[in-house]
């Protein structure tokens, strides 16, 4: 996939139906999703539990754009292997999951998957210079994870404007998860982020038998992050 920095909307499925993820893919990605996102929790890093590798295995053969899985587990490094057999295109790892995460980066990349690396909302932007050069996205959570439907949190603006600038005119994604809305997408699109995940602001009051719904709030939520970078 070329890189380019348009606003890319990334639905999380952990807000659709659990009894129809098939279906539910392929709602999402016919009214406008760029990316898909799957977001796995272990239960220990995160105090939720969602989907393992047979889970991602399943949902593969639905998504035809590209599929973005988020790693919210400690440690990271013995599933990397099993994720890119699943069919991960890019696997996100937290800075914060275990002492080498320069490792880990490494070890994505030559599982030949693109690298990205996480930050919570308490870890300082500086834990990610060193390793600006190997990775392709760079996730500033905008909730503390492991829920869907949390308040945004204003304070990570600063910590994405300050990556936008750390990272240059490098080919990397900055990523934002979390309370993302139109209310919130301008304000991150602003900040410099152009990946946008957002879970039951795309899924609220929609269906797979209603998909219009979930289109209608793609669109809101790209025209409002487009707008405030026309504005800017």
Same mark, same amino acid.
């Given at each position: 996939m070329s890189f380019d920095r348009s606003i890319k909307i990334a639905p999380s499925i952990l807000s659709a139906d659990f009894a129809d993820f098939g279906r539910e893919i392929q709602a999402i990605e016919a009214q406008g999703a760029d990316w898909v996102h799957i977001d796995v929790m272990d239960g220990h890093f995160v105090p939720n539990l969602t989907f393992g590798p047979p889970a991602v295995r399943? @949902?593969? $053969?639905?998504?035809t754009t @590209?599929?973005? &899985?988020h790693l919210m587990i400690a440690p990271v490094d013995p599933y990397i292997d099993a994720y890119a057999e699943a069919g991960a295109d890019m696997l996100t790892a937290h800075v914060e999951a275990g002492p080498h995460i320069h490792r880990t980066l490494q070890a994505i990349r030559g599982a030949g998957m693109k690298a990205g690396v996480a930050l919570n909302p +308490? #870890? $300082?932007?500086? #834990? &990610?210079e060193p390793l =600006?050069?190997?990775v392709d996205m &760079?996730?500033?959570? #905008? !909730?503390n994870p492991g829920f869907g439907g949390q308040k945004f949190i204003h304070s990570q603006l600063e910590k994405i404007r300050r990556v936008r600038s750390m990272i240059g005119d490098r080919p990397i994604h =900055?990523? =934002?998860d979390g309370g993302c809305d139109p209310s919130t997408a301008p304000l991150v699109a602003e900040a410099g982020a152009d990946v946008l995940v957002a879970g039951s602001a795309v899924f609220k009051d +929609?269906? !797979?038998d209603s998909p219009s719904v979930y289109g209608a709030n793609i669109r809101a939520i790209r025209a409002a992050a487009e707008g405030a970078r026309d504005a800017a």
């Open positions: 399943a @949902f593969r $053969p639905h998504v @590209f599929m973005d &899985v +308490g #870890t $300082p932007v500086e #834990t &990610v =600006i050069d190997m &760079v996730l500033v959570m #905008t !909730v =900055i990523q =934002i +929609g269906s !797979v």
